[in-house]
């Protein structure tokens, strides 16, 4: 197995944090750096990315979702998508926004397990209160939250987490 398969295989969602250890600057950077160097439809990067780290945002940011998504995680990483600015497909008008985030969202997520860090791609939020709470958030789609930091000792793999569809179904040569 190369690096990066083994990276994709043992990459799981952690969902319980140790608030002892704190999550570096320089983690972050690398982070954020991951973001970053993510590929978007013509490079029209229609990203915006948002870094929780204080107490009070951290505390905002809790009543739009489950403590048991963002527990004690040290820092929380948002993603939001704007369509405007984005690459739009000529013959169907899709927009393509959303997925530009989702790709610079999975760099986030590998990048974060890549530094030895857990983290779970959050999708369970109240987007529109988050809207109220920042509103410069207001003409983002927002695709993403990933609290970051160090697994709990008796963090684990849920079951969920061996489960893929048969080769077969899930893929098919023409
Ligand atoms: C787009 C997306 C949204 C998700 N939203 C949530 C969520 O809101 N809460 C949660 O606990 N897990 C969430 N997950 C994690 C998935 O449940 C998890 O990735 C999947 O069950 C496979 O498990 P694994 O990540 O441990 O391999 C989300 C994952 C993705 C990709």
Redesign the pocket.
Known sequence: MNDFLQLARD?????KFDPSKPVSDEQLDKILKAAEFAPTAVNYQPVKVWVFKSAESREKLLSC??M??IGDAPVIIAVGAKAEGAWVRPFDQKNYSEIDA?IV?THI?LEIHDLGLGS??????DAPELKKLYPEMADYEM???FPVGYAADDAA??E????SKPREEFVKEL
Not at 160 to 163: D, T, V
């Open positions: 990459r799981y969602s952690v969902r979702t489950k048991k998504f989702s969202s997520m779970t791609w959050i999708g369970h939020f695709v993403a939250l793999p849920s969920r987490h061996e489960k």
